[in-house]
C-alpha cells in the first residue's frame, strides 16, 4: 500500500486537475455555436467542481491543506493547457473528449494500486461528465458536413496526446512518490511499458470514435 | 394573472442570466489571488448552472425553446456585462454581490405578479450561492487592510447600478410584455416608483455591508 505522501500527491494531482478542467470547459463554453451548447458545456464545469469538492474534501480528512497538495502539479496542468489552447469551438470539443479520456485512463491504471476507499472515489470523480457523447456527436456531424476539417483535428489529437506525455514526465520526474506507486504497482518497467499501451491503445480507440486518424 | 408570453420572457430572461452568470463567475474566478478563492467563485458558478438547468426545464416544460425565450435577452445582458469587466479580484468580488443583488430584487419584485408554482421557482434560482457572504468578507477584510481602495470600489458600485438601470429599461423598452406585468403588478406608476425605491434601498444597504458608500 503506498504512505499518505502518495495519495496526497495522487489526490492533489486529480483535485487541481478537476479546477482547471472547470476553467477549460467554462472557457470553451464560450466558443459554443449555440446557447445549447454553451449550456453543455457549462454543465459539465459543473460537475467538474463536484468532483473537486470530494476530492479537497478527502485531502482535508487526511490532514491536508488542499490548496497545498495542489500546488505542486500547477505548473505542469498549466502548461498542458497553455500548449493546447483551442483555437475553436470543434478543437476545444476534441480536446474535453481526448484530454479527459487520457486523464481518466491514466488515473484509473494508477487508482488499482490504493486502497478501496480511495479508489472509490477516483473512479467517482473519473465518470464521464456526459461530455464523451456530446463530442463525438458534435464533432462527427462537423466532419460529416465537411470532411476537410478531419486533417487538421487529427493533427490536433496528436498534439493534444503529445504534449499530455510530456506533462506527465515533468511530473513524474519531480515527484517521487507517485513515479513509485505507478512502478511499484505495475510490478516493473514492462508493467509500465504494457500500461502505456493500454492507454494508448484507448487515445487510438477515441481517435476513431471522432472519427478521426489517430 | 400574466399569459404565457410575459412567463417565458421572464423565465427567458432570467436563464439567460443564469448563463452570463456562470460565465462571469468562472472568469473572475481565475483573478483569485487564491487556489481556494478560485475554487469558491468556480463553486458558485456551478450552482448558477444548477439554475439554469431548472428555468430550462420549466421552459421545456411551457413548450417553448429555451434557447428562442433567452434570445431577446441576449443583447442587454452581455451589454451589461460588457460594459462592467472587473479590473480585478475585488472588481469582481463587488459585481457579484451587487449585481446579483439587484437583479434577485428586481425579480423577487416581479414573482410576486406571477403564479405560485412560477414564484417558487423563481424565489428558488435566486437563492443565494453563499457568494454574498463570501464576498462580503473577502471585500471588508481587503478593505481594512488597505483603505484607500475603498473610494475606487464605491465608484465601481454606482457604476454598476447604473449601468444595470440602464441596460434594464432597454430590455423594458422592447419586451411590452414584461413592461405590462411589472406596470399591472405594481398596481400603477406609484407602484412602480415604489418598487425602484426598494430595490434601491437595499443596494445602499449591500454597499453599506461592504464596508463602501453608496
Known amino acids: 500500500m503506498p504512505d499518505d505522501a502518495a495519495l496526497i500527491d495522487l489526490l492533489g494531482a486529480l483535485a487541481y486537475g478537476e479546477l482547471t478542467a472547470f476553467d477549460r470547459l467554462a472557457e470553451d463554453a464560450r466558443m459554443a455555436p449555440t446557447l445549447s451548447g454553451r449550456a453543455a458545456l457549462a454543465q459539465m464545469a ?16 487526511l490532514g491536508a491543506v488542499p490548496e497545498e497538495a495542489m500546488a505542486p502539479f500547477a505548473p505542469a ?8 489552447v483551442p483555437a475553436d ?3 476545444g470539443l476534441v ?10 485512463d491514466f488515473y484509473r491504471e494508477i487508482a488499482d494500486y490504493v486502497d478501496p476507499a480511495t479508489r472509490e ?7 464521464d461528465t456526459g461530455s464523451a457523447a456530446f463530442a463525438v456527436r458534435e464533432v462527427r456531424a462537423a466532419i460529416e458536413a465537411n470532411p476537410a476539417i478531419a486533417g487538421r483535428l487529427a493533427l490536433w489529437g496528436r498534439r493534444l496526446v503529445g504534449e499530455a506525455i510530456s506533462q506527465t ?12 506507486l505507478l512502478v511499484q504497482g505495475a510490478g516493473d518497467l514492462t ?9 494508448t491503445d484507448n487515445h487510438a480507440e477515441r481517435m476513431a470514435a471522432l472519427g478521426l486518424d489517430g
Chains 1, 2 share one sequence.
Open 169 to 180: 514526465q515533468h511530473v513524474l520526474a519531480e515527484r517521487d512518490s507517485l513515479t513509485e
Open 191 to 199: 508493467g509500465v511499458a504494457a500500461l502505456i499501451t493500454r492507454i
Open 77 to 84: 496542468l498549466d502548461g498542458f493547457h497553455a500548449m493546447t
Open 121 to 127: 472515489l477516483i473512479i467517482e470523480v473519473l465518470s
Open 95 to 104: 480536446k474535453a473528449y481526448v484530454g479527459d479520456g487520457l486523464a481518466a
Open 46 to 61: 459543473a460537475v467538474e467542481i463536484g468532483h473537486y469538492r470530494l476530492l479537497a474534501d478527502r485531502l482535508s480528512s
Open 89 to 91: 469551438w470543434l478543437e
